[in-house]
């Protein structure tokens, strides 16, 4: 059975960093492309960043800058590093993962996975 897990996050003053983690099992991280996409309260779930198969990564435009992708030291987890956080990055973080060829153009929308995490919390206060 293929799993998210999604850990980290909380609640941060404007300008500190956090870090979410996500851990797959059940599916080949080598061999798969991960996401972390954001829900803000009101809007619509838009990706943040995605790390594709071969370790290639890329950010949402407005983004770039203040949160990086890294490969974990545990095994199949997938880090989110976020840093200079606003309180317009208070959200709900989900990380997403496929086994699926994903079309890089459109590895930032929600439609490119399967599986997804339940979520983690993130909330940065002024």
């Known amino acids: 059975q293929v799993q998210v897990v999604e850990s980290g996050g909380g609640l941060v003053q404007a300008g500190g960093s956090l870090r979410l983690s996500c851990t797959v099992s059940?599916?080949?991280?080598?061999?798969?492309?991960m996401a972390w996409f954001r829900q803000i309260p009101g809007k619509e779930r838009e990706g943040v960043a995605v790390r594709r198969n071969d370790g290639i990564t890329k950010y949402a435009d407005s983004l770039k800058g203040r949160f990086t992708l890294s490969q974990g030291n545990a095994k199949n987890t997938l880090t989110l590093e976020m840093s200079r956080l606003e309180p317009g990055d208070t959200a709900m973080y989900y990380c997403?993962?496929?086994?699926?060829?994903?079309?890089?153009?459109?590895?930032?929308?929600?439609?490119?996975?399967?599986?997804w995490g339940q979520g983690a919390q993130v909330t940065v206060s002024s």
């Open positions: 997403a993962a496929t086994s699926s060829f994903v079309l890089w153009a459109q590895s930032l929308s929600e439609g490119a996975y399967e599986v």
């Open positions: 059940g599916l080949n991280f080598d061999h798969s492309t």
